[in-house]
């Protein structure tokens, strides 16, 4: 069985430009999760999809940051326009239930110059 | 407000020692707690989970962690480490209902052969 998968591994922009994060979760995992880690800090919740709708999205910064999960599949995290503080790992979970194992993705590096 | 805070950022052992890992956190009402590991160049991977009933959970490769409700506590142990153990370990809390996940700062071990 395929893991979640993320893409790409490593992004460096520009501030001001725009980055699009790609997440795929476990195939039929109705639950989506995005987390992010800036430089050693904690790991921090940002926003839980269950198929297509967003069930939880408080832990988005701003409004620089989009999500969408289309179709209840594979999800995308757009930063736009980037700021130097955005630069982190951005992981993905998955799940199967609310209260089942969440697998993580390998992360997405960002740096923001 | 809720938290989860890890005691060590950085932990040597020798192969052998025994490992205990600190983690408190902060967050009202029923818990449930996690423990996940990083390997290097790995996914983030969950060790082990207390939902409810015995607050002594066992999990894998050899590892335990003991809930102390009064103590808001979650402690992680091992007897005895391996080299293998080497790796960054995060301590989480989430609510009963599941999804957003709080983490803590994690802790990096390194075992010396």
Redesign the interface.
Known sequence: EA??TQFPSHSVIEKGQTVTLRCDPISGHD?L?W?RRVM??????LL?FVKESK??E??MPNNRFLAERTGGTYSTLKVQPAELEDSGVY?C?SSL???D???????TRLTVL | AQS?SQHNHHVILSEAASLELGCNYSYGGTV?LFW?VQYPGQ????LL?Y?SGDPLVKGIKGFEAEFIKSKFSFNLRKPSVQWSDTAEY?C?VSGT??????????TRLFVKA
């Open positions: 893991g979640v639950n999760y987390y050693g800090k904690e790991i921090k919740f839980h069930q939880d408080s832990g992981f979970a239930g609310l209260r194992t969440q697998y993580f993705g390998p992360g | 989860v449930n996940y996914h983030l991977q969950l989970k939902f995060f989480a209902g599941g999804f957003k996940t709080i983490f803590g700062a994690g």
